[in-house]
């Protein structure tokens, strides 16, 4: 087993069996969903934030890499700091408008 340390949006990881994402992210990254191998899982918690507070509230997405792509589901709720690196602010109006219609009717597909 090897654990790496520092701004996992920008190491290149090589072939991985899981990934965990220890910070809010408006979607998985790239270089993430690259270095999954098959059956690797990736943790990643899809926040909604305010910039002001630097830190948001989502849910956290395990996503599989199959044979034909990948499944992806959401796991749990989350409130957590933001990703620096991994912030997209219309993704986030988005996932904040996902996010208030859950709240009233239940689960919804994500954006």
């Known amino acids: 087993m090897q ?5 996992g949006g920008e190491i290149e990881l090589g072939p991985s069996d899981a990934i965990f ?3 809010g992210a408006t979607h998985p990254g790239q270089i993430w969903l ?3 191998r098959l059956g690797g899982r990736l943790l990643v ?16 997405l395990k996503v599989t890499r199959q044979q034909t792509g990948f499944r992806a589901r959401f796991i749990s709720q989350v409130g957590i700091f933001s990703c620096a690196g991994g912030r997209d602010p219309e993704l986030n109006q988005r996932l904040g408008r996902v996010q208030s219609r859950r709240r009233q009717n239940g689960p919804v597909t994500p954006p």
Do not use: Y
């Open 21 to 23: 994402i220890n910070a």
């Open 3 to 7: 654990v790496l340390a520092g701004d």
């Open 45 to 60: 918690p899809l926040t909604v934030t305010k910039e002001s507070e630097g830190s948001g509230g989502g849910l956290v």
């Open 34 to 36: 690259d270095s999954l």
